[in-house]
């Protein structure tokens, strides 16, 4: 399983992850190379986030190898990760809810050794892809509307200028106009580089923005291939995510 | 009118002025103790019962260092770092490792230090009281009282104290850090926030401001092992009125129940006056369990 292939920035090998008693990740491996959309199509509950909160460190798995630039990371706490290039949109955006956007913003980017010009030319690309969100940059968070709030978490993220975004359900519960705007934002940032594990519903979506995916089942990976051998209606998408 | 007129005479104002007064001056002293309690408190649900040992200990520190040096405000500034960095190790050595286990492991802990800092004070420097003196003993004549400097210094002291935080947590990279964590710590965390560096920091800085709070409240009632006692219990009252966790309504809540106290001992004995503490806190928990000074929540 395990390559000596130096573009692959995370590897996943064979993890296993339990919540107390119950088993939800049976062995999952994966990888994304740098610079790479990688989509993960699932129904609810098989285990697609409980993958990206164990990349992230959030949960250990009890069983298998995470590896991030070949280094294990299994253990290592999350804002260790988060400092050297992973960042974790959830699914529930969690903004800080009493926090300004600008504070909410501030956690990534007041960090150490990062220039005044570098944050300033962060932010402003922050706001230039999010407008809306240099408009609110005074109002706490949580008076943000679902897809206001989407887009800072995802803003959030890139404050870390990280090497991967886990982004999880992005488009959950966003109007059509919001949906394209998400879709426009992951285009972006795989134009800059940034590697992109992309767990959705949404499967034209997935399709389009990734270069690979993965389907997960029961908590293990089914099938995997390039997004260009998918269609929508593939029989494959039937079965792993009809209803 | 000739009784509401009576009535109105019989109101008497001078001692209303006094403890008005009196009462900002507890209020804020205690809001200094009971902002600790409460940041340490909602940010890592930790009740912290060693709180007023660790104000005892910053006046024991203070009594110390000014008998030593015979400055009162380097008595003030070594209490509180010496107490904060005393804060910190205990904070490292026996609350991180019960993150994430039940509350009631860290009440067990806090009770244990609480006592063990207790009876080292009692054997360290004995049963008698100290003694701090204030720093400089002006008074100002206050109707037939001559009313000490002293006391409203303590209560700008304790303001500025307050505000100065206030103000770090406001706009300090670090003030966002606590309340980021005290917000969502998962979410902290993923944004590389130290989750746990943030804790200790907390709790030394609570544990500082009750030192200084102890040092300064020192020249008004003596230094003695079991006076964080009454100190802790009003400032728990205060926590729970002002809404568990909540940094503004703790000091709402302090200001509040103290001016309470303080009216009401014109009328009874100050020991019988602690009552109404109580009766506002049975009446929180029983008509607003969310705190006097907090938006009802949805």
Redesign the interface.
């Known amino acids: 399983m395990s390559t000596a292939d130096s573009s692959a920035l995370v590897e996943v090998e064979d993890i296993h992850t339990y919540y107390g008693k119950s088993h939800i990740l049976h062995g999952v491996s994966l990888r994304v190379e740098r610079g790479e959309v990688v989509g993960l199509l699932g129904r609810n509950g098989v285990g697609k986030s409980t993958t990206l909160k164990t990349i992230?460190g959030?949960v250990s798995p009890s069983r298998g190898k995470v590896l991030f630039e070949r280094n294990p990371i299994a253990g290592v706490?999350?804002?260790r990760l988060?400092?050297i290039g992973i960042?974790?949109v959830?699914e529930d955006r969690?903004i800080?809810?009493?926090?300004t956007v600008m504070?909410?913003l501030?956690?990534?980017l007041?960090?150490r050794g990062v220039s005044d010009e570098r944050k300033q030319g962060l932010l402003d690309k922050v706001f230039s892809y999010f407008p809306v969100l240099a408009e609110r940059r005074d109002q706490p968070g949580g008076t943000l509307s679902g897809g206001e709030q989407q887009m800072l978490a995802i803003a959030?993220a890139m404050m870390?200028e990280p090497k991967i975004i886990l982004l999880d359900e992005p488009t959950e519960g966003l109007m059509p106009r919001m949906v394209s705007q998400i879709r426009d934002i992951i285009e972006a940032l795989h134009r800059e580089g940034v590697a992109i594990l992309l767990v959705e519903q949404n499967v034209p979506l997935t399709l389009q923005a990734s270069q690979r995916v993965y389907i997960m089942e029961k908590g293990c990976v089914r099938h995997h291939c390039a997004a260009s051998e998918l269609r929508v209606n593939d029989p494959m998408i039937q079965q792993y995510l009809g209803i | 009118m000739e009784q509401i007129s009576a009535f109105l005479q019989a109101i008497p104002y001078d001692q209303i002025l006094i403890q008005t007064l009196n009462g900002l001056v507890t209020g804020m002293i205690l809001a200094l103790v009971a902002s600790g309690l409460t940041l340490i408190f909602g940010i890592m649900d930790v009740v912290n019962f060693a709180h007023g040992e660790l104000f005892m200990l910053g006046a024991y520190i203070g009594v110390v260092v000014l008998a030593a040096s015979g400055s009162f405000w380097l008595a003030l500034l070594l209490a509180t770092l010496v107490v904060a960095l005393i804060g910190a190790a205990l904070q490292i050595t026996t609350l991180r490792p019960l993150i994430g286990r039940d509350p009631l492991n860290t009440i067990l802990v806090t009770f244990g230090i609480s006592l063990v800092l207790q009876n080292y004070a009692l054997w360290q420097f004995g049963p008698v009281a100290r003694k701090i003196q204030e720093p400089f003993s002006g008074h100002f004549s206050l109707f037939y009282l001559e009313y000490p400097w002293y006391r409203i210094l303590i209560a700008v002291l304790s303001a500025a104290i307050i505000g100065g935080f206030w103000l770090f947590l406001k706009y300090g990279?670090y003030g966002?850090?606590i309340?980021?964590t005290t917000?969502?710590r998962?979410?902290?965390?993923?944004?590389?926030?130290?989750?746990?560096w943030v804790y200790t920091a907390v709790f030394a800085i609570g544990a500082g401001m009750a030192a200084a709070s102890g040092v300064l409240f020192g020249p008004l009632v003596g230094v003695t092992h079991s006076m964080g006692l009454d100190w802790v219990l009003k400032a728990f009252i205060v926590v729970v009125v002002g809404g568990m966790g909540n940094l503004g309504g703790s000091i709402a809540a302090s200001i509040f129940i103290s001016l309470l106290e303080a009216y009401a001992a014109i009328w009874v004995d100050p020991a019988q006056a602690v009552i109404v503490s109580f009766v506002v806190l049975i009446l929180t928990l029983l008509f607003r369990p969310t705190g006097l000074f907090v938006p009802t929540p949805k």
């Open positions: 992230m959030l706490p999350a804002h988060a400092r960042a974790y959830p969690r800080f809810r009493l926090l504070e909410n501030r956690t990534g007041d960090r959030r870390l | 990279t966002i850090w309340r980021a917000q969502d998962v979410m902290a965390q993923a944004m590389g926030i130290p989750v746990p």
